[in-house]
């Protein structure tokens, strides 16, 4: 599911690498909610992004931050379009939002909306 999958003693990552061209206007590609939700059943399973920003200077610019940060769940959409007939869809990252994280990171957490986000791909 993410591009790189480590197991720890106490937790199983997946930890998903977004890169975000900063002089180009663009809406990244995020999961497979069908794929997320299988991966998330896993007990003590934690699903990272890996943001990767590169600049018009070539300047690279990186954050970690898990899939329930409040500024990437709010620049989350879920999208059913782009999913095959019985998919739950996909997601799709904010561009602007993936700047935010790498430059004004906010590690905040809104518990409420993680759920919500959670509970709103369950019924997708």
């Avoid at 990552?13 to 997320?36: A, H, Q, R």
């Avoid at 990252?93 to 909306?113: C, Q």
Wanted: hydrophobic share 35%; proline share 1%.
């Amino acid at each position: 599911m993410g591009d790189y999958e480590r197991k720890f003693e106490h937790y199983l990552t997946e930890t998903d690498i977004k890169t975000k061209i900063l002089f180009l206007s663009s809406n990244p590609k995020g999961y497979n909610i069908d794929k997320l939700l299988a991966f998330l059943s896993e007990e003590k399973s934690v699903y990272l992004i890996y943001v990767v920003a590169i600049d018009e200077n070539r300047r690279i610019s990186t954050r970690l931050c898990s899939m329930y940060n409040q500024q990437l769940l709010s620049g989350t959409r879920i999208i059913k379009h782009w999913a095959g007939r019985n998919s739950s869809g996909v997601t799709q990252y904010d561009g602007r939002s993936l700047e935010e994280i790498v430059f004004n990171f906010d590690k905040s957490i809104d518990v409420v909306a993680a759920q919500d986000f959670v509970t709103k791909c369950l019924r997708a």
